[in-house]
Nanobody, 127 residues
Framework: QVQLVESGGGLVQPGGSTRLSCVVS????????IGWFRQSPGKEREGVSC????????YYIDSVKGRFSISRDNAKNTVYLEMNNLRPEDTAVYYC????????????????????WGTGTLVTVSS
């Protein structure tokens, strides 16, 4: 079983930055993929960014390109989401998710979803 624990959410001013962390335990994901998804009230969940563990291939939705950056530290089994130039519309609960073996592309998993999920961390962008 895979456990995912997110941290790093909170209140951020528009234009500010923050970094989310996701610690993975219970299984190594050397051949898997990990992603960040978000959901705000009244909206469907969307895949924000995903990364393949083996080769580091990344995917971003258009609205965060140039502002967000996903990275991984395989030795620490941790994935990060660096979020810069935050906007009020980035306000959401952010979830970390993973698959053990990535048979498909990171864009596929970011659009379809993954097998294991964390409980989420709230990011609020407001002045």
């Amino acid at each position: 079983q895979v456990q995912l624990v997110e941290s790093g959410g909170g209140l951020v001013q528009p234009g500010g930055s923050t970094r989310l962390s996701c610690v993975v335990s219970g299984s190594r994901l050397d051949y898997g993929a990990i992603g960040w998804f978000r959901q705000s009230p009244g909206k469907e969940r969307e895949g924000v960014s995903c990364i393949a563990s083996q080769d580091g291939t990344t995917y971003y939705i258009d609205s965060v390109k140039g502002r967000f950056s996903i990275s991984r530290d395989n030795a620490k089994n941790t994935v990060y989401l660096e979020m810069n130039n935050l906007r009020p519309e980035d306000t959401a609960v952010y979830y970390c998710a993973a698959v053990k073996t990535a048979y498909y592309s990171t864009s596929y998993y970011c659009n379809v979803g993954m097998d294991y999920w964390g409980t989420g961390t709230l990011v609020t962008v407001s002045s």
